[in-house]
């Protein structure tokens, strides 16, 4: 099966600064990858995804990247604000099934004032 | 908001005690699911049901029992649980779980969490 790799795990920033997470996935067959965040108390929510035919998608401040030959994926934040202190996690399926999807172990990402 | 709701939001058990989950979706969707959320850990899909029909059951212990009775609503009932099952337990919908989806969303509820004594 999938298996999907996350780092780092903790991440400290300064405001403004620029984040970077990565992830890397096992299943050359995988071909829909979504990052969700999660804000202390509450559930992951979707902030950007992408496919396998693309190789590059933003959103503001948001982008992910994704390079099918090395299987690895990565989400950038640039200017950060403190708003963007959560928990994100990437994810990986085929076939782009939610029930297929497998998720990396987190990164906690500080944002710090 | 996310048109998901979980209740309770916390929960406290022993091992002897039996409870039960509930979630409720506002969205219209045809695909619940629920997930496991451990310290450090990735999310742990548990079971789906598409239709009201489970469709996925990941070698959960039958300690764990789920209940669907129309798309909108989804149970995880709980008895003789073990410490190790202390975790936040996470509902989730999308439009259509079925395998022809592509891009699927998930969203999620904001979990219970809870604690086995």
């Known amino acids: 099966g999938e298996n999907v790799e996350q780092h780092p795990s903790t991440l400290s920033v300064q405001e403004g600064d620029s984040a970077v997470i990565k992830c890397t996935y096992s299943?050359?067959?995988?071909?829909?990858f979504p990052w969700y965040k999660q804000e202390l108390g509450k559930g992951p929510q979707l902030i950007i995804d992408i496919r396998s035919n693309v190789g590059e998608k933003k959103d503001q401040r948001i982008a992910v990247t994704l390079n099918k030959t090395a299987k690895h994926f990565s989400l950038h934040i640039t200017e950060t604000q403190p708003e963007d202190s959560a928990v994100y996690f990437c994810a990986a399926s085929s076939w782009g099934s939610a029930r297929q999807l497998t998720f990396g172990s987190g990164t906690q990402l500080t944002v710090l004032p | 908001e996310t048109g998901v709701t979980q209740t309770p939001r916390h929960l406290v058990m022993g091992m002897t005690n039996k409870k039960s989950l509930k979630c409720e979706q506002h969205l219209g969707h045809n695909a619940m699911y629920w997930y496991k959320q451990s310290a450090k850990k990735p999310l742990e899909l548990m079971f789906v049901y598409n239709f009201k029909e489970q469709t996925e059951n990941n070698s959960v212990p039958s300690r764990f029992s789920p209940e669907c009775p129309n798309s909108s609503h989804l149970f995880l009932h709980l008895h003789t649980l073990q410490p190790e099952d202390s975790a936040l337990y996470l509902c989730?919908?999308?439009?259509?779980?079925?395998?022809?989806?592509?891009?699927?969303?998930?969203?999620f509820g904001s979990g219970t969490q809870l604690s086995v004594l």
């Open positions: 989730a919908s999308s439009p259509n779980g079925g395998t022809g989806a592509t891009n699927e969303k998930l969203f």
């Open positions: 299943d050359s067959a995988s071909n829909y």
